[in-house]
């Protein structure tokens, strides 16, 4: 069985849980049945009011840093519903477009994950809930959601480009004789080589993976929605 993140690194494991302490007191971390969980009352801030308090839970994968923590809010405040960002079947909540997260140096520090994505959703949450519009902008659901965040960091609209992109960005190695996912006909090497390169530095092979994985599971998820029912 392949050994999870804190196995590996009980180190890191161990720094955590005198780090997330220190900075949000009524937040522990727990190891427990293979997996890294944080648990505990979570205070919302805007600057240094606190603007409210949740109940949470994170799990962390088991190959995290490269999968994003799983959120949930367990107090029973936020509805299961995708209108407010929390799956329905799970309660799992969606701070941030995964490979929006995955992209940035910053993806292995929970800290930054707390005062960043998590912060913000509850922000948003608190608003939505007097009645007032979601603060920062909103992502659509599921892959559209995902096609709009790469239409941002890659600058292009048409989504089996976006896709073409991917499959590319996927490898470790780019080689200038493919044809370029443009869609010119083109070597890769005669065409688009300098923005893939540029891209393949922001966007590691494993993010485009997981998106390209997503993007299939979704499709197949939609197909097997229209098949007419025996």
Partial sequence: MKKSWHEKNPAILHAMMKEIPAKYPDLRVVA????????????????????????????????????????????????????????????????????????????????????????????????????????????????????????????????????RYLECLSRDVLKGHWACPCGSGKHLRNCHLCQLTKLHAKIPAFVAQSALSRIEEQLCLAKRMRLPQR
């Fill in 32 to 163: 427990e049945q293979g997996a890294v969980f944080i648990r505990g009352n979570l205070p919302v801030m805007d600057g240094t009011e606190i603007l409210d308090r949740l109940q949470i839970e994170i799990k962390l994968p088991s190959d995290f840093p490269e999968s994003i923590p799983v959120l949930r809010e367990v107090g029973g405040r936020i509805p299961w519903h995708g209108d407010r960002h929390v799956n329905q079947g799970t309660g799992e909540a969606c701070p941030i477009v995964p490979e929006e997260w995955l992209v940035r140096p910053e993806r292995d520090s929970i800290i930054a994950f707390l005062d960043g994505p998590v912060r913000n959703f509850f922000i948003g949450q608190i608003l939505v809930e007097a009645g007032q519009p979601w603060p920062f902008g909103e992502r659509s659901h599921g892959i559209d959601g995902l096609f709009e965040a790469y239409k941002e960091m890659m600058g292009i609209s048409d989504r089996d480009a976006i896709v």
